[in-house]
T-cell receptor, first 112, second 113 residues
Framework: GNSVTQMEGPVTLSEEAFLTINCTYTATGYPSLFWYVQYPGEGLQLLLKATKADDKGSNKGFEATYRKETTSFHLEKGSVQVSDSAVYFCALSDQGYSTLTFGKGTMLLVSP | NAGVTQTPKFQVLKTGQSMTLQCAQDMNHNSMYWYRQDPGMGLRLIYYSASEGTTDKGEVPNGYNVSRLNKREFSLRLESAAPSQTSVYFC????????????FGDGTRLSIL
């Protein structure tokens, strides 16, 4: 079956530091890959996505590249802000299907 | 833009009580989903409806039932609540294709005593 593994948190950084949150996946076929963000007390919001190998998704300074050879979709940001403090979820959907498989989430805490 | 609306936002039940969580979307999406979120577990799919008139079990369906009332509305029912069902419940909707993102409501925080 499908699975998503992401690094455990919390990840604690100072403002303006570089962020990497690792995500690897197991899937049959050619899944679409997503990063979602959840702010305290809210639902999940799509952060970025990539639908085929070597695609780079980007949004709000965050980037992730779909690496089929390493089955990875690591999230990066060059300079984090306090407002980026949230829980980040990596997820995949099988080709042709809309159901998502989520990782367990990584909490990011950014201090001033 | 309302997006996905869930009611209620908070609820406390006693063991054995029943309850229906409501979800409505205004994006004309075909597919709708119910998840539960527990600490350290991520989101787990309870049930989903790929299109109006169909429902399917997800990863953790036991103790739940669903109804796709129409294209807009998808409800989740707990017939006899148990403490293990204490969780945050999220409804989501999307187009039916796998490369389209899901849109989430703000959740229902349910405690069962």
């Amino acid at each position: 079956g499908n699975s998503v593994t992401q690094m455990e948190g919390p990840v604690t950084l100072s403002e303006e530091a570089f962020l990497t949150i690792n995500c690897t996946y197991t899937a049959t076929g050619y899944p679409s890959l997503f990063w979602y963000v959840q702010y305290p007390g809210e639902g999940l919001q799509l952060l970025l996505k990539a639908t085929k190998a070597d695609d780079k998704g980007s949004n709000k300074g965050f980037e992730a590249t779909y690496r089929k050879e390493t089955t990875s979709f690591h999230l990066e940001k060059g300079s984090v802000q306090v407002s980026d403090s949230a829980v980040y979820f990596c997820a995949l959907s099988d080709q042709g299907y809309s159901t998502l498989t989520f990782g367990k989430g990584t909490m990011l805490l950014v201090s001033p | 833009n309302a997006g996905v609306t869930q009611t209620p936002k908070f609820q406390v039940l006693k063991t054995g009580q029943s309850m229906t969580l409501q979800c409505a979307q205004d994006m004309n999406h075909n597919s709708m989903y119910w998840y539960r979120q527990d600490p350290g577990m991520g989101l787990r799919l309870i049930y989903y409806s790929a299109s109006e008139g169909t429902t399917d079990k997800g990863e953790v369906p036991n103790g739940y039932n669903v109804s796709r009332l129409n294209k807009r509305e998808f409800s989740l029912r707990l017939e006899s609540a148990a403490p293990s069902q204490t969780s945050v419940y999220f409804c989501a909707s999307s187009e039916i294709r796998g490369d389209q993102p899901q849109h989430f409501g703000d959740g229902t925080r349910l405690s069962i005593l």
